[in-house]
């Protein structure tokens, strides 16, 4: 059975994501439809590339992932069929994808053509564009019948990590926070420990806070499971599943997490430095 996953700014609310998947089922009622989230910030590529970029390789090679994030319509602008890891994108071609794939080359690139006629009338992207390609490629069909093939899409520029290497410290930023208030930024557990293999310790430091280790998982902040209600609240910092440093608070929520304690937005600097 064929799957295609729905991922979207446009909450549950309104009628948006009934819509999509009622015209799915429409055109073909065999088709597996699982959300990845409805609650992507308004027009957020950032926050949609994070979520995607860690939830798309759980699914099987072949899988159709809709993206619908900064997608209305305009003839201006192209809708693109991104091939990618063995799996297949449906986006506007906005930058999300070289968010997304800022270290994977593509498959293959198509500008959707299914629906660019000059009489077709695009109300809504999603189910107008977005849906009979996915249902296409469900059913088995070729991305070069639904589109023409390009060169590259539109590319953003991922925020990285700089090694500042006079002052002896690495100038991260705030990329994501998740549901737990946890705190993740941009540098990745590999350029970290490639730099400090120069240093003998390191600080953390944001705000006016700073913490001196890093653990491997949020439990490993327990040292004593007999006492673990003892560590709730505790602040640390790790690398999570996807190898970057996240600031958190065990067993900490959005109401009392590291994002309302530690008081960092998206943006905002952390830096290490080593001595």
Excluded: C
């Excluded at 994030?69 to 071609?93: C, E, M, P, Q, T």
């Excluded at 609240?233 to 970057?244: K, L, P, R």
Aim: proline residues 2%; aromatic residues 12%; charged residues 20%.
């Amino acid at each position: 059975m064929s799957i295609i996953t729905l991922t979207s700014d446009f909450g549950n609310l309104d009628y948006r994501v009934a819509a999509v998947k009622g015209k799915i089922l429409s055109l073909n009622p065999e088709v597996n439809i699982i959300d990845i989230t409805h609650d992507i910030q308004a027009f957020n590529l950032i926050q949609t590339s994070y979520i995607v970029r860690n939830a798309y390789k759980y699914f099987p090679k072949g899988s159709i992932h809709i993206l619908s994030v900064d997608s209305f319509y305009h003839k201006s602008r192209k809708n693109i069929l991104y091939k990618a890891d063995g799996s297949y994108f449906l986006a506007a071609d906005n930058g999300l994808m070289s968010l997304i794939f800022f270290d994977i080359k593509p498959e293959a690139i198509y500008e959707l053509t299914l629906n660019n006629r000059f009489d077709d009338v695009i109300n809504f992207t999603s189910t107008d564009i977005f849906v009979p390609a996915a249902v296409h490629l469900a059913n088995g069909g070729l991305p070069e019948v639904i589109g023409r093939k390009i060169e590259t899409a539109k590319q953003l520029m991922f925020s990285k990590p700089v090694h500042n290497e006079s002052e002896g410290m690495i100038i991260g930023e705030v990329t994501y926070i998740d549901n737990f208030g946890n705190i993740i930024s941009n540098i990745h557990k590999d350029f970290f420990e490639n730099i400090s293999k120069g240093y003998d310790s390191f600080t953390i430091k944001f705000r006016n806070l700073s913490l001196s280790r890093i653990f491997s998982s949020h439990t490993e902040v327990v040292s004593d499971w007999e006492r673990e209600t003892e560590f709730h609240g505790q602040s640390a910092a790790i690398f999570n599943d996807s190898q970057f440093l996240e600031l958190t608070i065990y067993k900490g929520s959005k109401k009392n997490g590291a994002k309302s304690l530690f008081g960092l937005n998206v943006g905002e600097n952390i830096y290490i430095e080593f001595s």
